[in-house]
């Protein structure tokens, strides 16, 4: 089973800033990486898929990267409707979730 | 309108059974692997099994291996999940949701408690 792990677990941001998320991968899962985004009460949200492709609507603040075992979510210019809880998750075998990374308000 | 409904959780005891079901409508349900992602209180995703189109590939996490079974109906448009043996560990909001498209459910409480 593939294991995501996820840092830092909170980040603690005001709006405007520039946030980066990181998500390792116990072995490479190439290109096979999603992000997600979850607040409060609602089902997941996708953000980027294939590790830096914007599903359809998603802002272009939100952007990914990496490749192999390493990734990031990088969100250039927090608005205040970003903080909230967000996950990677690998499709290379199966499906696993990252525990999790929140932005929070500073 | 893509739909995802899940129905079935509520509260078992230790050792009990439950069956999930999702009713899919707004999209060619019999062409998608369908997935269940489950979410403890308080807690992250985590992924618990998926099917494919036809029914004939299943995958299971670790922690509920031998325990639960997925299943689908196409000519009904509807995923199950049966579920035995249950754990306190096992209480989460149970999702089904099409990953492909990213369609979620609304989800479903399982509470297992004596």
């Known amino acids: 089973e593939i294991v995501l792990t996820q840092s830092p677990a909170t980040l603690s941001l005001s709006p405007g800033e520039r946030a980066t998320l990181s998500c390792r991968a116990s072995q490479s899962v190439s290109t096979y990486l999603a992000w997600y985004q979850q607040k409060p009460g609602q089902a997941p949200r996708l953000l980027i898929y294939?590790?830096?492709k914007r599903a359809t609507g998603i802002p272009a603040r939100f952007s990914g990267s990496g490749s192999g075992s390493d990734f990031t979510l990088t969100i250039s210019s927090l608005e205040p409707e970003d903080f909230a809880v967000y996950y990677c998750q690998q499709r290379s075998s199966w499906l696993t979730f990252g525990g999790g990374t929140k932005v929070e308000i500073k | 309108e893509v739909q995802l409904v899940e129905s079935g959780g509520g509260l078992v005891q230790p050792g009990g059974s439950l069956r999930l079901s999702c009713a899919a409508s707004?999209?060619?349900?019999?062409?998608?692997?369908m997935h269940w992602v489950r979410q403890a209180p308080g807690k992250g995703l985590v992924w618990v099994s998926c099917?494919?189109?036809?029914?004939?590939?299943?995958g299971y996490a670790d922690s509920v291996k031998g325990r639960f079974t997925i299943s689908r109906d196409n000519a009904k448009n509807t995923l199950y999940l049966q579920m035995n043996s249950l754990r306190a560990e096992d209480t989460a909001v149970y999702y089904c949701?099409?990953?492909?498209?990213?369609?979620w459910g609304q989800g479903t409480l399982v509470t297992v408690s004596s």
């Open positions: 294939d590790a830096s």
């Open positions: 949701a099409n990953i492909a498209l990213d369609h």
């Open positions: 707004g999209f060619t349900f019999s062409t998608y692997w």
């Open positions: 099917i494919n189109s036809d029914g004939s590939i299943t």
